[in-house]
């Protein structure tokens, strides 16, 4: 495992909250991959997605939730991308992590016009599940595209509507090599 790419995050699904959803690896395969393994790790990814304090503090309680919101942000993307009512649970998710959501301020840095960033692990999910929500309910869910590979199925921004597999080349090139393989063994046998 020391070299799985499944360890790294990824920040190639479009979106902070795709990214987000995205933190689960291989979901739908034998053997699912939790990236968001500890509270080190969640305070990692909320400090690069929403600009979170490098040390921010962040409890197992607080990695409990997120995780949760996360399930809750997959199940409203495949409600949206199958075109089935939302699971009620995960819209009162949402919600509930909507009321910690803080708008950010402006200030000056440097010299130049800043945003400020969430203060908090419940403010910085607040923020993802906005974000989630202004995708969802708009027109922009025609960009969504879901995974082609069965293991995996994440979900991505594809304004061009064309791809078939995550941005990573991972998915895409893990079945073509096993596509390759199994053309491979059918023609051994036949010969």
Aim: charge should be neutral; charged fraction near 30%.
């Amino acid at each position: 495992m020391g070299n799985d790419l499944r360890r790294e995050f990824n920040w190639i699904a479009g979106r902070p909250w795709l990214n987000f959803v995205g933190t689960r690896a291989d979901r739908f395969g034998d053997d699912p991959f939790e990236r968001l393994w500890d509270t080190d790790r969640l305070a990692e990814w909320l400090h690069h997605e929403t600009g979170t304090a490098r040390d921010l503090t962040v409890s197992e309680s607080d990695l409990e939730h997120a995780r949760e919101l996360r399930e809750h942000l997959r199940a409203l993307a495949d409600a949206a991308l199958d075109e089935v009512p939302p699971p009620r649970a995960a819209v009162t998710a949402v919600n509930r992590a909507l009321e910690a959501y803080a708008p950010p301020r402006a200030l000056v840095k440097d010299g130049k016009l800043r945003r400020s960033a969430p203060d908090s692990v419940r403010a910085a999910l607040g923020s993802l599940a906005l974000e989630a929500l202004h995708m969802l309910a708009a027109e922009e869910i025609a960009q969504l595209q879901r995974c082609a590979a069965p293991d995996c199925r994440g979900i991505f921004l594809d304004p061009t509507g064309r791809r078939r597999w995550c941005p990573t080349g991972r998915c895409g090139v893990k079945l073509r090599v096993r596509a390759h393989r199994e053309r491979a063994r059918a023609s051994e046998t036949t010969d």
